[in-house]
């Protein structure tokens, strides 16, 4: 007697390990997204150069930019000295950020980790606050560092970042909680506000004063000795981020399945780490602790290039995260007017409503 003919099972296509929900590959879509990103950021950059107090024509803007000689000597202070720094500034400091907070969010596997929430963005503070509250220097000087002076203050933001991050990763090493990792991270930061609260106290009224505005955070009274010691820094950490996009890749399926892959998960969360801090470190030493950038921008950047590839987040999220900083400063002065805002008041009105729409989701990093 025959035996019944057993109907095969279909073979299922196992998923790519990098893949989310909702993700699709790259392509030609994608690549529209980013062009239209690109086009949105010079946009923004035309905008940043001609407004302000004092409106400049485009055609003033480029006679000013493309003239070596003669013309308005007004015009050609106001672009050269004053909106192009402040320009380059904020693409740097929000590139910067943004990408910080997309390496911070995988390392963590958390959607609402960041520097500034981890207690990264209050060591860099610490960093900072050790080296001009601690020093017989004024802290009035903290906006015109000249030559040593601005790699010094950014080793010591990066230094003081990187060490309170190490904390907090070691926490996470030992608590399997994410919740608890936020929580120990917000501990933290508010052990370090402490000591900074502490220098402020012993230090004179004029300094504890500067040190306040410092705080506010700001894009402008940069020169260009010190947006190039911020760009160098920008430009290894996105580089290092860069290179680490395929190991990024296999930390949001977890630690066991990237081991069994043969990745080098010490080496991996060093870097990480390393990046972060630089980048974190760099734009909180010139810029001061800016704040929600890191937190909002990826999830911007995710829903712009809708797939879970590093390679691609990571060119979306600098992208999108230059042109949010570019927005928010426009949005801190008004054209015409001389009052400018604190950027981490016009940031928080970007990113908090974006924190409450990740709590309403609810979706978990990396599901399949």
């Not at 991996?268 to 760099?282: D, K, M, P």
Request: overall charge positive.
């Amino acid at each position: 007697m025959s035996q019944p003919q057993q109907t095969p099972r279909p073979r299922t296509r196992r998923a790519h390990p990098t893949t989310v929900a909702g993700s699709e590959q790259p392509g030609g879509p994608q690549v529209v997204r980013l062009a239209i990103a690109v086009v949105a950021l010079l946009c923004l950059m035309v905008a940043s150069v001609a407004l302000g107090s004092v409106w400049l024509s485009p055609a003033k803007v480029i006679e000013v930019l493309f003239r070596s000689t003669g013309g308005d000597p007004v015009a050609r202070t106001i672009v050269w000295s004053v909106r192009l720094p402040r320009t380059f500034t904020a693409l740097c400091a929000g590139s910067a950020l943004a990408t910080s907070g997309l390496l911070m969010q995988t390392l963590f596997r958390n959607p609402l980790a960041d520097s500034a929430v981890l207690g990264v963005s209050a060591g860099a503070s610490l960093g900072v606050a050790l080296v001009v509250l601690g020093s017989s220097n004024s802290l009035i000087s903290i906006g015109r560092f000249e030559g040593a002076g601005a790699f010094g203050v950014t080793a010591a933001a990066a230094a003081g970042s990187a060490a309170v991050l190490l904390i907090v990763l070691s926490i996470a090493h030992r608590v399997g909680s994410p919740v608890i990792v936020l929580v120990a991270g917000l501990m933290v930061a508010t052990m370090v506000g402490a000591f900074v609260s502490v220098l402020m106290y012993f230090s004179s009224l004029d300094a504890a004063r500067s040190f306040s505005v410092w705080s506010l955070g700001s894009f402008r009274g940069t020169s260009w000795r010190e947006v190039a010691v911020l760009a160098g820094a920008t430009i290894a950490g996105l580089g290092a981020a860069w290179f680490l996009s395929k190991s990024l890749d296999g930390l949001l399926l977890g630690d066991r399945y990237s081991a069994s892959l043969g990745m080098n998960l010490r080496a991996v969360r060093i870097l990480t780490i390393a990046s972060a801090a630089l980048l974190t470190g760099a734009t909180t030493a010139f810029c001061g602790p800016i704040g929600f950038l890191g937190l909002a921008v990826p999830h911007f950047a995710r829903a712009v290039v809708r797939t879970g590839r590093h390679r691609s987040l990571i060119v979306a999220t600098a992208l999108i995260g230059a042109a949010t900083a570019l927005a928010c400063e426009l949005v801190a002065q008004w054209p015409g007017d001389d009052r400018v805002l604190p950027i981490n008041a016009v940031t928080a009105l970007v990113g908090a409503p974006v924190v409450l729409w990740v709590l309403i989701r609810r979706r978990p990093m990396g599901s399949q």
